[in-house]
């Protein structure tokens, strides 16, 4: 079974850096997509980051220029790397991946971690 487990969260002033870790076990196949999400309370989760299998990276407009993504494959770990952090960015920060499942195909199934809080104070 996949796991996903997301570290590195913590609190930070405003225009401070932090990096958030996913380390990931239990796939069958190598995962098609990974990213990252973040969700506050009231608001629905939105993609902040992701990563496909061919190293092409997609980021949302509110992060671009602070945050980058990256992989060590060899450890199976997933990063964000957020720089120049804004209160905006307070929110409980996860990481997903999407993975094929043996016996259904090209279909892809989308696995959640727990979650990591980040709080940026002004």
């Known amino acids: 079974q996949v796991q996903l487990v997301e570290s590195g969260g913590g609190s930070v002033q405003a225009g401070g850096s932090l990096r958030l870790s996913c380390a990931s076990s239990g796939y069958t196949y190598s995962p098609a997509l990974m990213g990252w999400f973040r969700q506050t309370p009231g608001k629905g989760r939105e993609e902040v980051a992701t990563l496909d299998s061919s190293g092409r990276s997609t980021y949302a407009e509110f992060v671009k220029g602070r945050f980058t993504i990256s992989q060590d494959s060899a450890k199976d770990t997933l990063y964000l790397e957020m720089d120049n952090l804004k209160p905006e960015d307070t929110a409980m920060y996860y990481c997903?991946?999407?993975?094929?499942?043996?016996?259904?195909?090209?279909?892809?199934?989308?696995?959640w971690g727990q979650g990591t809080q980040v709080t940026v104070s002004s």
């Open positions: 997903a991946a999407d993975v094929r499942r043996p016996y259904y195909g090209a279909r892809l199934f989308r696995y």
